[in-house]
């Protein structure tokens, strides 16, 4: 009787997922695919269409707004082999006691939030204290913008990559015996993805499976979430630059902007276990620890918030990633696996119907969520300022 009762519960579920999915395709193909110019009143404002618009707004504004701008060049090209860097805002004290560091695009494609929350900061710039600075990192991951994807130009999830002790080894079992129906060797094709993905969720269990395929391998490099196999350029360039230039730091509070995790319209607060009752009393009822059975999030291997202390001994640092949700898990790995087969295995070029939906997969054409993003990023930058 269990086992008949466990096999309706299975077909049932795979039937609503198959169902939410078959909705989901359809308001995707009959709404979202609409021309951006539907959404034009907050996008032509703070949001920009493509990396390189962003790019050129930031520096003016940079400039304008009376900042010092810098550049960490990167070898790696754009789309049409432009150059490519890491561009700084920096406000205040050049030799800062206390510092709001701000950062976005990490995650190359998920860039397009954290931009507009740094471009609307930069449209008015706060007073600050005559012992602290503001430094506005835009896009640490610029190629992954530029070329909309979430992974640098070798393939490697740089949320992954800043590994204390570089042993870049291992992957979870559960993502090798799943490394066929995550990183398919062709290009982009329907093959049931989301009955087999249902599948899996009811076997293995969602906290476990999300801890086991997103939170690090780095066995096997044409795969998702691969943390890669030595410090990568842009990391490594960013790790010395805040070691340089923050050496008479004190106290640093870091906001590293995401999107694609949790509720759509909303953001979760994510910090270390070890950081969360500080966190929490200083920012309130949004911050969550990162482990699967706790937040919508996941523990991470080689992760940036854990980079900021080492480049930075001396200095007290609280760190927070404001995570914005737009669609569902099942969705994003979709959008995300879809991508990755088309970079491997077909031309890779930003003309197809898989770098448009992974767009919209972290940067929703929905003037509520962009709304919410700056309304939200606005509101943690003040709190950001008042702890400092």
């Known amino acids: 009787m269990a086992a008949v009762t466990i096999e309706k519960f299975a077909v049932g579920a795979v039937f609503t997922l198959v169902s939410a999915s078959s909705i989901d395709w359809l308001v995707h193909r009959c709404v979202y695919q609409k021309p951006a110019e539907v959404h034009m009143k907050l996008s032509g404002k703070f949001f920009s269409p493509d990396y390189f618009t962003a790019r050129d707004r930031f520096r003016e504004i940079a400039v304008s707004a009376g900042g010092r701008l810098e550049t960490i060049p990167l070898d790696a090209k754009g789309p049409n082999a432009e150059a490519l860097g890491i561009d700084i805002a920096w406000f205040g004290a050049a030799n800062p006691r206390r ?195 706790r937040s919508v999030a996941y523990r991470i291997r080689g992760a940036l918030d854990t980079m900021i202390p080492q480049a930075v001994p001396k200095a007290q640092v609280f760190s927070v990633t404001q995570e914005f949700g737009t669609y569902s898990a099942t969705r994003v790995l979709h959008a995300l696996r879809e991508e990755n087969r088309w970079h491997h295995y077909g031309a890779g070029t930003l003309d197809h119907p898989t770098k448009r939906i992974l767009k919209e997969t972290f940067y929703p054409q929905d003037e509520t969520w962009q709304e919410s993003v700056l309304n939200r990023g606005k509101e943690l930058l003040k709190q950001g300022l008042s702890k400092l």
């Open 99 to 293: 510092v709001l560091l701000h950062s976005s695009g990490l995650h190359g494609v998920e860039g397009f939030a954290g931009s507009a929350i740094q471009f609307q900061l930069l449209n008015d710039v706060p007073t600050l204290p005559e012992d602290a600075a503001l430094i506005v990192v835009h896009v640490l991951n610029p190629y992954g913008m530029a070329w909309l994807r979430r992974f640098n130009e070798n393939n490697v999830d740089l949320n992954r990559n800043f590994l204390a002790d570089r042993i870049y080894a291992g992957a979870p079992p559960t993502y090798g015996a799943l490394n066929s129906f995550l990183n398919p060797q062709s290009p982009p094709a329907s093959d049931l993805f989301i009955l087999k993905a249902g599948w899996l969720i009811l076997t293995e269990g969602m906290p476990a499976l999300k801890q086991a395929v997103v939170g690090g391998q780095y066995e096997y490099p044409k795969g998702l979430f691969f943390g890669g196999k030595h410090f990568e350029q842009g990391p490594e360039k960013y790790k010395t630059f805040l070691t340089d230039r923050l050496s008479s730091a004190e106290r640093i509070i870091a906001i590293d902007v995401h999107t694609g995790l949790g509720k759509h319209g909303e953001d979760t607060l994510l910090v270390e276990e070890g950081d969360y009752d500080v966190l929490r009393s200083m920012f309130g009822e949004r911050v969550a620890p990162s482990e699967p059975d």
